[in-house]
């Protein structure tokens, strides 16, 4: 079983920017591809974007190229979400999730085995 936390969310106002991260107290990060997801009020899990284990693919949606992006410090046992140019329609509870399995990672979230509880991000003025 792998634990994840996720920290850094919090209230924005529009053109902002966070920076989310990702660890697992007491695992080794590394092996692992992460994934960032994202589930808003009333509607489904979205996936953002991930990193492959060694950090040296990425797969990103269509919603989330341009503005974020992930990336891994596996010194620091850390991925991280970079946030820009933050949009109300960016409000979630976003989730880091972990997949033990394959070299390449993607959005589909059947290929993640552990999840974390999450971090409320909030755009407003």
């Known amino acids: 079983q792998v634990r994840l936390v996720e920290s850094g969310g919090g209230l924005v106002q529009p053109g902002g920017s966070l920076r989310l991260s990702c660890t697992a107290p007491?695992?080794?990060?590394?092996?692992?591809?992460i994934g960032w997801f994202r589930q808003a009020p009333g509607k489904g899990r979205e996936g953002l974007n991930c990193?492959?284990?060694?950090?040296?693919?990425?797969w990103y949606a269509d919603s989330a190229r341009g503005r974020f992006t992930i990336s891994r410090d596996n010194a620091k046992n850390t991925v991280y979400l970079q946030m820009d140019n933050l949009k109300p329609e960016d409000t979630a509870l976003y989730y880091c999730a972990a997949d033990p399995r394959n070299y390449y990672c993607s959005g589909d979230m059947k290929n993640y085995d552990y999840w974390g509880q999450g971090t409320q991000v909030t755009v407003s003025s």
């Open positions: 990193i492959n284990k060694v950090g040296t693919t990425t």
């Open positions: 007491g695992r080794m990060l590394d092996a692992y591809g």
